[in-house]
């Protein structure tokens, strides 16, 4: 089985079998994930009568995000390295390419009153971030893993492509060792540099 974690914006966690659909899946959508992670890692693992050393890899969301928020998710997965079991990580925005969508925006609130946003036709991309209020909707079909927003029901929820195309999304992530690093909005020195009004 393959442990699945995402802290990246709301929690979202669980199981995988070898075909990589899903034994078990659990999204909380608040934003304090730490006092819960663990105790629901070890909940679904027991539910499924698999220990965490038998795990056949673990798979995390590793950005774009907060700083704290991702830290949670790859310190895990680090903990899993130490133990020798397989680690990959793929970013939020990539799940729609992933799945075969030729092109789209994918956004999400960045805090600080920016939003961050992915753009993507073929193997063309580009990233940045932008203030919030000058968000506009392009042409292209918009993604996003976050409900509320100037987006607000015109967005394709990341989410439930992740959980309705698991088995294409994890076998290519997996069949790729794909490692990707933690994506934080910002710089650190400038993610934890005070604003001055």
Same mark, same amino acid.
């Given at each position: 089985?393959?442990l699945?974690?995402?802290?990246?914006h709301?929690?979202?966690?669980?199981?995988?079998?070898?075909?990589? /659909?899903?034994?078990?899946?659990?999204?909380?959508?608040?934003?304090?994930?730490s006092?819960?992670?663990?105790?629901?890692?070890?909940?679904?693992?027991?539910?499924?009568?698999?220990?965490?050393? +038998?795990?056949?890899?673990?798979?995390?969301?590793?950005?774009?995000?907060?700083?704290?928020?991702i830290?949670?998710? /790859?310190?895990?997965a680090?903990l899993?390295?130490?133990s020798n079991?397989?680690v990959y990580?793929?970013?939020?925005?990539?799940v729609?390419?992933?799945?075969?969508?030729e092109?789209?925006?994918?956004?999400?609130?960045?805090?600080?009153?920016?939003?961050?946003?992915?753009?993507?036709?073929?193997?063309?991309?580009?990233?940045?971030l932008?203030?919030?209020?000058?968000?506009?909707?392009?042409?292209?079909?918009?993604y996003?893993?976050?409900?509320?927003?100037?987006?607000?029901? +015109?967005?394709?929820?990341t989410?439930?492509?992740i /959980?309705?195309g698991?088995?294409?999304?994890f076998?290519n992530?997996?069949?790729?060792?794909q490692?990707q /690093?933690?994506?934080?909005?910002?710089?650190?020195?400038k993610?934890?540099?005070?604003s001055?009004?």
């Amino acid at each position: 089985m393959y442990l699945y974690l995402d802290t990246s914006h709301f929690l979202a966690l669980g199981l995988l079998n070898q075909k990589f /659909e899903w034994v078990s899946y659990e999204k909380r959508e608040q934003l304090q994930h730490s006092a819960d992670i663990h105790a629901l890692i070890h909940k679904m693992l027991s539910d499924a009568k698999c220990e965490p050393l +038998n795990l056949s890899g673990v798979v995390v969301v590793n950005g774009p995000g907060s700083y704290t928020g991702i830290r949670l998710g /790859e310190g895990i997965a680090q903990l899993f390295d130490l133990s020798n079991i397989p680690v990959y990580a793929f970013h939020h925005y990539q799940v729609p390419k992933i799945l075969g969508h030729e092109s789209g925006e994918w956004v999400c609130h960045a805090f600080k009153g920016e939003v961050f946003r992915y753009e993507w036709q073929g193997d063309s991309e580009a990233c940045d971030l932008m203030k919030a209020s000058d968000w506009t909707q392009k042409a292209r079909r918009v993604y996003s893993h976050q409900p509320v927003g100037p987006w607000e029901n +015109n967005a394709v929820d990341t989410c439930a492509l992740i /959980e309705s195309g698991s088995s294409q999304l994890f076998s290519n992530i997996i069949a790729n060792k794909q490692r990707q /690093e933690p994506y934080y909005f910002r710089p650190l020195d400038k993610e934890f540099k005070r604003s001055v009004e």
